[in-house]
Structure formats: C-alpha cells, structure tokens
C-alpha cells in the first residue's frame, strides 16, 4: 500500500517545512490546520485546509477541528476490511496513510514561573492525542509519527519502497503511546498537585531518557538512566558534566547520596561518600578546610570515593583533590586554576550544579519487586526537633556544635546509624549493622583515639543502655538520639552515671 495522503498538525515545528517539501514532491497529498498550515503555505506548499476535508470550519478558538468522521474515518478504517471501505467510499471520505502530529506545549506551560491555572488548561490538546491515538490504534495500514527525530528516515523508506513497513509501523505506534501516556501523566500529576490530592487511587510518573548506562550496579545487570519529565534543578539529574568518564549506575547513586549530605549545610561544608554512606564530613571557614578535615575523618575509606563541595573549588582545594583516588567531584563550579589541575585526571568526572539550593520536598519512589513505595523526602532537620534534655547535664557550646554535625550526618547514613563528631568533622560512622550497639562499635573502632571528648549521633532511639555504655567506655561526652523508647529511662541513667550529655530530638531518621 502506497502512502497517497498525510495529515499534519504540529506544535513542534522544527524541520517541518522541509519534511512537508519533500512529501509533496513525491506526490503526496497533505492536510494540515492552524499554524501548521499557515507556515507550510507561506514557504510556498500546496496544502488542503482541515476544513476542505470536514466541511466545517475551525470553531471555539481552534479547539475543535479535527474532532470530526471525515478524520477520524479516514484514520481508523482498516483497508483489508470491504465494510469499512465501502462506507469510506459511501461517504465520500478519503484515507489517511500518515499523520504527523506533534502536541500543544503544556510541559513547557507549567514549567514557566507564574503561570496561571487558566494557560495550563488551555495548552490540553485533545485533537492532537485523538488522532495519534487513531492512527497508532490503525497502524497497520497509518504511518505515525510524533518526534522530529523521525522524519529522516521515514522520508528515506518512503522515497525508497513508496511506504513504510510494518515493523517501523509498529515501532512508530509503540513511540505515539509512550507519548501521549507521558504526556497525559503530567497532566494528571499537575492537576493532582492543584487539587490537593495526597494519596490518589492511581499513581502516574513520567521520565524521559537522559542516557544509556554501561551496566548497572555489576556487570550482568543493565541499567538507563531518566530523569523526571520536568526536570529538577539542583539534582543529580541535572548536574552538567565538565570532565571524565561517563557516570555509572553506582556514580549516581553515590553522587546523589553525597549532594543530600552536603545540602544540609550552609557554611563551607565538604562530604565523601562510598557505597551511598558518608565516610568523611567537615566544615570549615574555607572549603579547602572542610575538605581537609572530611579527607582526615577517614582516609582509607575516600579511596574511589564521591567528594561533593558546597562552594566552589579553589586552586588550594584542587591541589589535595588531585592526590587521591576519586570517581566524582560536585560543586558549584570549579575556579580556571582548579580545573587546569584536575582534568590533568584523564577519568576523573567533574560536575557543577547548583549544591545550595533548597529542594521542594518532592516524592521519594522505591521500587519493590511487583510494586513502588512512596513516601515524602526526609526533609526535617534540627530546627524541626523538639529539643529535650533528659539528663542531669546539658551540653557545653562545643558539644552543641558535635551534636548537630552529627544529627545532619546520621540522618544520611544506613540503619542502624551511629556518628560520632567532633571538632567540625566526623571522627567514626557505623553503618547498616543489624543492631545498634554493633554500628556503635563500628564507629568507635573507626574514631579510635579520636572518640574521646566527641559527640554520638543516632538515627533511633535506645532499646537498651548497652550504646552509651560503649559510647561512655570510649570517651563520648554527649549523645543526640530521638528518644521515646518504652526503656527511655536506662539509658539516661546510664548518661547520668557517665555525665554524659543527652538530647532528645524526638525524629527518628531510618534510612533503610
């Protein structure tokens, strides 16, 4: 079957007069409507108004136009199928064999400032997914298609057998569905926001490709990365990539791990992560002082480590950066001095986003074999505690200053978690143990010497006094933990026993 008739309405009119240019010289006959058609006729196209084939006209400011049976007939009638072809020709109503059809920018509506719940609504085309829907419902016998992308080698197979195959077909449908079920997800997701609606009785996302991966968490396992369909700045998906290899599976993971660290603070902070845990933290006057203290917190561990910087790097930082063994540095940008030193790392990727700034407490998706979990971002930090002190002492300024580092930290670090801080920087961190007092010993092993006169951070209450029993045994001299355990009062006496300094927060931070 010979493609004799196209049909084509497009928003995105990007290469689009040349495409139509090319049909028509084949002989193709073309319909088009509004804007399409003005633009195709102004470069000198002889193309057929939607309203010569409807025999109505464009009503309601365009928003009925090819809501009409002389389309929609042309679009679904099956061509193997003698009923329905005698009641085209009953009718008088000629085939469609293509439409190009791309839809009204509502993505790009909603994601302007200050726009108006009248220009959201409006930019919902409901013509343009009709008759995709059509054609890719009939696309054995209509060639559909939606991206630019398309047009070049739909045009070579044209002009090489005069139509497309079925298997191009089939993959062209397949794209048109993928589209306009995106495409009416953010519309759900937008009116869904407005609305108010927490838990609605279906849940539909969107992502579109951002690239291929190598693999994903090993070799055996392949993996794509997509970022959300509006994309979010400040995210790891958003972050622009000045220099190294390509981001793996496990780089993004980390990398994303490292920028909710580093985020939660405002002076000059650096943080190393492996294996989605931090290893090192430190603040400072300066980021090249942060970064020092973070590498001393634990040398070993930042080996092929994930560094994220909150200000930018400066040639003194770049200077020990390019000493160790590091997969990715993030920061806000890197000074002229700092990438000349450190692109002399053949591998070594260096991105810049935005660190600083303050994320919407977005969704946070899991998947699970069979389902999704979702759930609200962790984003309560220490000004939303509920600050108690049970114990006989309270913290001296300096512990207050160990105490919160080691609350942003914990908050960040596989259950069971325990940090120990101490002089603006983590000294031990016991990750992910199956009780708690094992991820205390973790990190007191780590800390060493370094233990005594620090703070311990925990990411959930004390079901028994043995934590503070090895927390006091190894210098600590304050503890921040939730509280609320029905053995709430063991442990404080415990503290008591030690002059320890205990501080309930009344937030527990798992992070599973």
């Known amino acids: 079957m010979m493609i004799k008739r196209a049909l084509i309405s497009v928003s995105d009119k990007t290469n689009i007069v040349s495409f139509v240019k090319e049909l028509t010289a084949l002989g193709i006959e073309v319909i088009s409507t509004g804007g399409t058609k003005k633009l195709l006729q102004e470069h000198g196209v002889d193309v057929i108004g939607i309203s010569e084939v409807t025999s109505f006209p464009e009503i309601m400011d365009g928003r009925v136009k090819t809501l009409h049976p002389n389309i929609h007939s042309g679009l679904l009638a099956v061509r193997s199928n003698e009923h329905h072809m005698a009641q085209l020709q009953e009718q008088g109503i000629k085939p469609i064999d293509l439409v190009i059809v791309n839809l009204y920018p509502f993505k790009e509506t909603i994601s302007k400032v200050g726009v108006t719940f009248e220009e959201a609504i409006e930019n919902i085309d409901i013509g343009g997914p009709s008759m995709l829907r059509a054609a890719a419902k009939n696309h054995q016998d209509v060639t559909v298609v939606v991206d630019p992308y398309d047009y070049s080698p739909i045009l070579s197979e044209i002009k090489e057998t005069g139509d497309i195959s079925l298997e191009k077909k089939r993959e062209l449908a397949a794209k ?198 979702i759930q609200d971002l962790d984003m309560h930090g220490f000004e939303d505690a509920d600050i108690s002190i049970p114990t006989k002492r309270e913290p001296t300024e300096k512990e207050w200053a160990d105490l919160k580092l080691a609350w942003k930290v914990v908050k960040h670090v596989k259950s069971n978690a325990i940090v120990l801080a101490k002089d603006d920087m983590t000294v031990g961190v016991g990750a992910g143990q199956m009780n708690r007092v094992g991820s205390a010993k973790i990190a007191i092993e780590q800390a060493g010497e370094k233990a005594s006169g620090s703070a311990l951070g925990s990411d959930a209450y004390f079901p028994m006094p043995d934590t503070v029993e090895e927390a006091a045994k190894a210098g600590v001299t304050a503890i921040i933990q939730p509280g609320g355990s029905i053995r709430d009062e063991n442990s404080i006496q415990k503290a008591d026993e030690y002059g320890i300094a205990m501080v309930f927060t009344g937030i527990r931070h798992f992070k599973h």
């Not at 590498?295 to 910087?309: E, H, K, M, P, R």
């Open 176 to 373: 048109v569905f993928r589209h306009t079920a995106a495409y009416d997800a953010l519309i759900a997701d937008y009116l869904t926001t407005v609305t108010g609606e927490k838990e609605p009785e279906q849940f539909t996302v969107t992502f579109e490709k951002k690239q291929s991966l190598r693999y994903g968490e090993n070799p055996h396992q392949e993996a794509v990365f997509y970022q959300h369909a509006l994309p979010v700045t400040g995210s790891i998906a958003s972050a622009k990539q000045l220099h190294g290899k390509e981001l793996s599976y496990n780089n993004i993971k980390d990398a994303d791990a490292a920028l909710q660290i580093v985020r939660e603070f405002q002076e000059p902070a650096a943080v190393a992560v492996k294996h989605m845990n931090p290893c090192g933290v430190g603040v400072g006057k300066t980021i090249a002082e942060a970064f020092h203290k973070a590498y001393a917190a634990d040398q070993t561990s930042i080996f092929g480590g994930i560094i994220a910087l909150n200000r930018e790097v400066d040639q003194a930082t770049a200077e020990v950066l390019k000493q160790i063994f590091l997969e990715i540095i993030i920061a806000p940008s890197f000074s002229k001095e700092a990438l000349e030193i450190l692109t002399m790392k053949k591998n070594l990727r260096l991105l810049t986003l935005d660190v600083n700034q303050s994320l919407k407490n977005e969704k946070q998706l899991t998947s699970v074999q069979g389902g999704l979990l």
